[in-house]
């Protein structure tokens, strides 16, 4: 005979009701209480609810008389229990607890039987040391932890919700929160004393040294460890597998509120992680002197934005940090705090951070260190005014001080030479921009430790960080894998044989160009970079002041001119007209244009008549746009016409500034067929799907655009001084350009044309771009050599990183 449906189906007693379900158990099983109580001996901190009649109201466990021992298996009872506090609450991952709980007083707990050792056994994290009331489970922790560092859930958002899922109608259990703050700080700092096998080493957790709880790159050189110690006998070929490539920055968003200070808050660990041991740098930097970080060269605006009314009220506006270039991670002891307080932000801080990184580094080891604003800190004034702690023991000749490729941008033409990474020996492709991932990750952050005390958000920041460079180190080889297959090998094939190529069209040359860069290579101070221009382009702008000083000079001798527009104010208004007209397409500009021209047809009428007569003469088109109305600039009258004063002095002013004219739209020509050569290479390679592709093809249309109106630009004054010179070719000094010219440096070799363009091999007729020509040819040689040489130093530092990975793992224990 089957039992009632309201009879315990566990015990089949008629008096136990069957009342009782859990929702942290599989299925939902109705039990009795005593039944329930055996069966959750194991499983204390499960949610119960209990039916009242009417519905399933909550419980605890304790309500119906499970008592929790310590220091025994589950279901054994202690001979001599020692009940712990009355009030006593366990926080787990499914909400708050209250437990009734024994401690263990018998021979069995030995060595073990303080009370927060025995719930450290149990899982549970004691508040206290002594006559602890709360805990907090391994598993809650771990659950806050993983939250925190891959979602950045702040405390009190995940103490909330442990509060919601105990009791969701507004009746909250007891104020847990500066317990709950309290263990998850100790927690994080002992899992990174265990991670770093403190526990085992000589002299115990007290012997911790500087950096040593930091998550170390396996990949950068450290000889004896990943390379051997006799890598300074290297080639001077291989030399360059060696480096130590460093970026360091400062972010902004990082700020933390005048809230606590260092005696209240402490923190756990100073300096043995990530962040550098907070009393002496803030020692030193109540000695440092302000200095000016302004500048005009870079347009980044991150200085300027922290010392605004944005940082009033903040202890530190952000923080500096170094990493590696390459593999990102954050190197050790190499994160500070920024201040601003009396002293605006100043390099003093930049100037600690990174030769803290240093004293992690060989000495010997060739740096590169790349920094946004590198060009105003290169050899920083009070790096010998450092305290011992920090000061530089390195030599100075084996660093190279760069720029990162996307910020090198922002900074004028003199540091994008002197400091970019495409031209640095031994840089590979590394680009220097890997710091700025790292901030990405940290973003999140910000909010959660805005306004925390000192100790307690440098605790929580190296928290992060460790979990930064965990996660770097776990996916190193998987990512050094993909980076290997996915471009070196072929991409230095290809430009070794568009380099070849180049190098044997411009035989005669190559040696020189040698020379230059193998000396700027070896020691770029004082020498003349292969990279820049040696020889000055005039402009129009230069060209027009030059013929306006002459005119002023014989105004100055008594010879006055005809018209407060000067003569040659009076062409280049023309030839700006010109310009103008090729580029109209809208209607109200259209407007603007006819303006425009009305001003020009009044200075026509004083100084060429003769053009005003050819206009009158001449029957316009019916429907005839204002872009397409003949202007009728001396270039346009007859011969004879030209012979008369003053048209044969406006003449020779126009010839002069079409000579410039051609001169400058060349170049341009030049330099936007190179862009588009990098475009296509650039949509080939890397675009991807509709979208993608639409923005690659929108660059090349305006890019192609571009190259339409530099030619035009040529063409027309090519014809102009054609027909200046009475209509002899042979006289105007440029070669003609016809539409087969207009291609890049190697697209002859793509098409039937098997010689490359005279655009890029000669310049005019008579020579007069040949200056400026073999500028360009040098300089484009000397970067097409670059890249040859940065491919591969890729690829072979690629397979050197992939050797020193196993051999750091199987040396260092994590």
């Known amino acids: 005979m089957e039992s009632s449906p309201d009879v315990c189906r566990v015990c089949k007693d008629p008096t136990a009701a069957s009342s009782i379900r859990c929702q942290d158990c599989f299925g939902d099983e109705m039990l009795c209480e005593g039944c329930c109580v055996d069966r959750h001996a194991a499983h204390p901190l499960h949610r119960i609810e209990k039916w009242n009649g009417q519905f399933f109201e909550k419980c605890q466990l304790s309500e119906l008389g499970l008592r929790v021992q310590l220091g025994h298996r589950p279901r054994q009872r202690c001979a001599v229990p020692r009940a712990a506090h009355s009030n006593f609450w366990v926080l787990h991952t499914n909400g708050f607890h209250r437990v009734n709980v024994d401690i263990c007083g018998c021979e069995h707990a030995g060595v073990s039987g303080a009370p927060d050792i025995q719930m450290l056994q149990a899982g549970w994290f004691p508040a206290t040391d002594d006559i602890p009331r709360t805990c907090v489970t391994f598993a809650c922790l771990d659950l806050f932890l993983t939250l925190t560092l891959q979602a950045k859930t702040t405390m009190y958002d995940f103490y909330s919700i442990l509060e919601k899922m105990t009791n969701h109608t507004g009746i909250k259990p007891p104020n847990r929160y500066p317990v709950f703050l309290r263990v998850c700080r100790e927690y994080r700092h002992l899992l990174m004393l265990k991670r770093a096998g403190r526990g085992h080493e000589a002299g115990g957790v007290m012997a911790t040294k500087p950096g040593g709880l930091a998550v170390l790159c396996p990949c950068c050189p450290r000889p004896g460890v990943n390379i051997s110690n006799d890598w300074e006998k290297a080639s001077p070929e291989c030399r360059f597998l060696y480096i130590m490539f460093?970026?360091?920055?400062?972010?902004?968003?990082?700020?933390?509120?005048?809230?606590?200070?260092?005696?209240?808050?402490?923190?756990?660990?100073?300096?043995?992680?990530?962040?550098?041991?907070?009393?002496?740098?803030?020692?030193?930097?109540?000695?440092?002197?302000?200095?000016?970080?302004?500048?005009?060269?870079?347009?980044?605006?991150?200085?300027?934005?922290?010392?605004?009314?944005?940082?009033?009220?903040?202890?530190?506006?952000?923080v500096g940090m170094g990493v590696c270039a390459c593999h990102e991670f954050v190197q050790p002891t190499g994160v500070g705090d920024l201040q601003k307080g009396e002293r605006y932000y100043s390099y003093v801080n930049m100037d600690y951070i990174y030769t803290s990184i240093l004293r992690h580094i060989h000495a010997g080891l060739p740096k590169i260190v790349s920094y946004d604003i590198v060009c105003q800190c290169e050899v920083p004034p009070c790096v010998k005014e450092l305290p011992p702690l920090v000061r530089l023991r390195a030599v100075l000749r084996l660093w190279r001080f760069v720029v990162p490729k996307m910020h090198i941008h922002s900074h004028t033409q003199a540091c994008q030479l002197a400091y970019s990474l495409n031209t640095v020996p031994g840089s590979a492709q590394t680009d220097g921009e890997g710091i700025e991932r790292s901030w990405a990750h940290l973003g999140g952050v910000a909010s959660n430790t805005r306004e925390m005390g000192p100790g307690s958000r440098e605790d929580v920041l190296n928290c992060h960080l460790g979990n930064w460079n965990w996660g770097k180190l776990i996916n190193l080889g998987e990512f050094s894998r993909r980076l290997w297959h996915y471009l070196p090998k072929e991409e230095y094939e290809t430009q070794v044989e568009s380099f070849t190529n180049f190098s044997a069209q411009q035989a005669k040359r190559v040696p020189e160009w040698t020379r230059l860069v193998e000396e700027w290579d070896a020691d770029p101070t004082g020498k003349k970079s292969p990279y820049e221009a040696s020889i000055h382009r005039v402009t129009e702008k230069e060209v027009l002041l030059q013929l306006e000083k002459a005119e002023a000079e014989r105004v100055a001798a008594g010879i006055p001119g005809i018209h407060a527009v000067s003569p040659s104010s009076f062409i280049a208004a023309g030839l700006e007209v010109e310009d103008e007209q090729s580029e109209i397409s809208i209607v109200a500009l259209r407007r603007k244009l006819t303006r425009t021209v009305g001003r020009l047809r009044t200075l026509q009428q004083t100084y060429t008549p003769a053009s005003i007569m050819a206009l009158n003469a001449r029957e316009a088109p019916e429907g005839e746009h204002i872009e397409n109305e003949p202007l009728f600039l001396?270039?346009?009258?007859?011969?004879?016409?030209?012979?008369?004063?003053?048209?044969?002095?406006?003449?020779?002013?126009?010839?002069?500034?079409?000579?410039?004219?051609?001169?400058?739209?060349?170049?341009?020509?030049?330099?936007?067929?190179?862009?588009?050569?990098?475009?296509?290479?650039?949509?080939?390679?890397?675009?991807?799907?509709?979208?993608?592709?639409?923005?690659?093809?929108?660059?090349?249309?305006?890019?192609?655009?571009?190259?339409?109106?530099?030619?035009?630009?040529?063409?027309?004054a090519w014809e102009a001084k054609r027909r200046?010179?009475?209509?002899?070719?042979?006289?105007?000094?440029?070669?003609?350009?016809?539409?087969?010219?207009?291609?890049?440096?190697?697209?002859?070799?793509?098409?039937?044309?098997?010689?490359?363009?005279?655009?890029?091999?000669?310049?005019?007729?008579?020579?007069?771009?040949?200056?400026?020509?073999?500028?360009?040819?040098?300089?484009?040689?000397?970067?097409?050599?670059?890249?040859?040489?940065?491919?591969?130093?890729?690829?072979?530092?690629?397979?050197?990183?992939?050797?020193?990975?196993?051999?750091?793992?199987?040396?260092?224990?994590?």
């Open 634 to 716: 001396p270039s346009a009258l007859s011969a004879e016409q030209l012979r008369e004063e003053p048209l044969h002095g406006l003449a020779v002013i126009e010839d002069c500034l079409c000579d410039t004219q051609c001169s400058t739209a060349l170049e341009d020509l030049r330099r936007h067929l190179l862009v588009k050569s990098r475009v296509l290479t650039y949509k080939r390679l890397q675009a991807r799907h509709q979208g993608a592709n639409t923005r690659a093809r929108a660059i090349v249309e305006r890019n192609e655009g571009s190259i339409r109106l530099h030619s035009e630009k040529y063409q027309d």
């Open 246 to 318: 460093l970026a360091i920055d400062a972010c902004f968003w990082l700020k933390r509120r005048l809230v606590s200070n260092e005696i209240k808050n402490a923190p756990l660990g100073p300096g043995w992680s990530y962040m550098v041991e907070s009393a002496p740098y803030r020692e030193f930097l109540r000695t440092a002197t302000n200095q000016n970080e302004m500048s005009t060269c870079s347009g980044l605006a991150a200085l300027d934005y922290a010392n605004t009314k944005f940082s009033r009220g903040y202890s530190a506006t952000g």
């Open 724 to 814: 200046l010179a009475g209509g002899d070719p042979a006289r105007v000094g440029w070669s003609v350009l016809r539409a087969q010219d207009i291609r890049g440096m190697s697209d002859g070799e793509q098409s039937n044309v098997r010689e490359i363009s005279w655009i890029w091999t000669g310049a005019g007729l008579s020579g007069t771009d040949e200056p400026n020509m073999e500028d360009a040819l040098r300089i484009e040689w000397s970067k097409a050599h670059a890249r040859c040489r940065r491919w591969d130093e890729e690829t072979k530092l690629l397979r050197e990183e992939q050797h020193r990975l196993p051999i750091f793992l199987n040396s260092v224990k994590y």
